[in-house]
């Protein structure tokens, strides 16, 4: 979630979490997105997504994962998710 937000770029307004830019080309092969792990993950996501675009499943399991981190350091956080995010097309990247 963390890497899918920091590529927003404020020149174009492009990247960033809305679009789920990720997982696809030229972002998934950046060695900074660490591409073999990048992909368990995203498939990982992908396999239990049900109905929500790629882009609300990335953000909600990045949500979750922060609320699991809290709770092993001994802290009860609910983090709020707003869905409504879309997956971008290869052509919008």
């Not at 890497?3 to 174009?12: F, K, P, V």
């Not at 997105?33 to 990045?62: C, F, Q, T, W, Y």
């Amino acid at each position: 979630a963390w890497a899918s937000a920091s590529t927003y770029r404020r020149t174009d307004h492009r990247g960033g979490a809305n679009g789920a830019r990720i997982r696809l080309a030229p972002q998934k092969d950046w060695a900074v997105n660490e591409p073999a792990k990048l992909a368990a993950v995203l498939a990982k996501i992908e396999s239990l997504r049900g109905s929500l675009s790629m882009a609300d499943a990335i953000v909600l399991a990045g949500t979750a994962a922060v609320e699991k981190a809290a709770r092993d350091a001994g802290f009860e956080v609910a983090v709020p998710f707003t869905g409504g995010r879309g997956d971008a097309s290869a052509e919008q990247t």
